[in-house]
């Protein structure tokens, strides 16, 4: 029998007049190693899903080199995929 694998899901607020929508591509936050999938939702939020390896610091840098500032919105929290 196979365990399903345990994953987490961050979110993130955009801070300093961000704009998730404006900020072009994230391809440099699903590019960070344990991510499987980044989430932009137009209330400002960005959620990622990853296998619990991700830091805040790490994600919160991949952002910035994008132009995004980003501040984490409360602990990561298990997800089933």
Not at 11 to 36: F, H, M, N, Q
Not at 44 to 65: F, I, R, Y
Request: include cysteine.
């Amino acid at each position: 029998m196979t365990v399903p694998a345990q994953f987490f899901r961050s979110k993130y607020r955009a801070i300093e007049g961000g704009c998730v929508s404006c900020s072009g591509d994230l391809a440099t936050l699903e590019a960070l190693p344990g991510v499987k999938e980044v989430d932009a939702l137009a209330s400002g939020l960005v959620l990622v899903t990853h296998d619990g390896t991700v830091s805040d610091d790490a994600v919160v840098q991949a952002a910035q080199k994008v132009g995004l500032p980003l501040a984490p919105a409360g602990p990561a929290r298990p997800v089933r995929v």
